[in-house]
């Protein structure tokens, strides 16, 4: 397959890439993505620009992963714009190029990152691709941008909008806060505890990607989560032994609130999300239960 990747640099773009025969990828600094990720064809791009001709021309499938990272800095307007931007142009900007070439790309995939967010928090419901999307600010920003890429549909581009859980990975995202908390000794449930966790291990994430970009009956939403989602509590419990490190030191829902203010939702949304459309195509996970993931990525 002929890919072109967005936000290649990035922790699951980087994963995916190194299972790509010479991708094109389309970045900041070309020559900062070339030396981190090796064989590829760099193309320079930012999401308020056009994207190169030369870049989607004769491609198989497009993997849409930019945006802006999502931190534990305090949510303000002006990170609000930047989420945004970010992702609604950057997706508008891939739209218009798909439509632009579709002589020579007929057949092109669309893969576009969205993420569990757009569920909102949603207590002890069982969540799946046809659950409504929930109300507040990261909801509304997955439903719009999940929008943008859903054009391209209007001529003939199969779209897949990959909703993206908490990932489980060695080298950082959301998981590496968490394991720092474990290793200095202080790790333990976040708020209540109670909230629900849909997380996946970094390698089912690039598997589903290329579930998603090979099997002609993934259209829409696609839910990127292990079908095992954990309570909070559990989670912190299964990392603490699978680190050998102590996990009952709770941090109460008001401390993240005073350090993150609004950022603090995301930790305690409760998000019980299962991968319904991965399993019925006929996707195997190979991380399904959290102890082997954490195992994996604890080393």
């Known amino acids: 397959m002929k890919a072109l990747v967005t936000g290649a640099t990035g922790l699951i773009g980087a994963h995916l890439v190194a299972k790509l025969d010479h991708p094109r990828v389309l970045a900041r600094s070309p020559e900062r993505a070339t030396a981190k990720l090796g064989a590829v064809e760099a193309f320079a791009w930012s999401a308020s620009e056009p994207v190169p001709r030369a870049a989607i021309e004769g491609v198989d499938v497009v993997f849409h992963l930019a945006g802006e990272p999502i931190s534990g800095r305090r949510l303000t307007a002006a990170r609000k714009q930047e989420f945004r931007d970010s992702r609604i142009l950057g997706t508008r900007r891939i739209v218009e190029a798909?439509?632009?070439?579709?002589?020579?790309?007929?057949?092109?995939?669309?893969?576009?990152?969205?993420?569990?967010?757009?569920?909102?928090?949603?207590?002890?419901?069982?969540?799946?691709?046809?659950?409504?999307?929930?109300?507040?600010?990261?909801?509304?920003?997955?439903?719009?941008?999940?929008?943008?890429?859903?054009?391209?549909?209007?001529?003939?581009?199969?779209?897949?909008?990959?909703?993206?859980?908490?990932?489980?990975?060695?080298?950082?995202?959301?998981?590496?806060?968490?394991?720092?908390?474990?290793?200095?000794?202080?790790?333990?449930?976040?708020?209540?505890?109670?909230?629900?966790?849909?997380?996946?291990?970094?390698?089912?994430?690039?598997?589903?990607?290329?579930?998603?970009?090979?099997r002609s009956d993934v259209t829409g939403a696609l839910n990127l989560c292990a079908p095992t989602p954990e309570r909070n509590k559990d989670f912190a419990r299964t990392l603490g032994r699978v680190m050998h490190r102590p996990s009952f030191m709770p941090t109460p829902a008001f401390a993240l609130r005073l350090a993150i203010g609004d950022m603090a939702d995301l930790a305690l949304a409760s998000q019980r999300i299962l991968p319904k459309k991965a399993l019925a195509t006929g996707y195997a996970f190979r991380f399904p239960a959290l102890e082997g993931a954490l195992r994996d990525v604890v080393g």
């Open 98 to 214: 798909l439509r632009d070439s579709q002589a020579s790309n007929h057949k092109v995939v669309l893969v576009s990152a969205s993420a569990t967010g757009f569920y909102g928090t949603r207590g002890d419901a069982e969540l799946t691709e046809e659950s409504a999307p929930g109300d507040d600010f990261f909801a509304e920003l997955c439903a719009d941008w999940e929008k943008e890429a859903l054009e391209a549909t209007a001529f003939g581009v199969r779209v897949v909008c990959v909703r993206i859980g908490i990932v489980l990975a060695r080298e950082g995202g959301a998981f590496a806060s968490l394991r720092r908390a474990f290793n200095l000794g202080v790790g333990g449930p976040l708020g209540s505890g109670e909230q629900w966790m849909a997380w996946i291990h970094v390698d089912d994430i690039v598997g589903l990607l290329f579930h998603a970009a090979e």
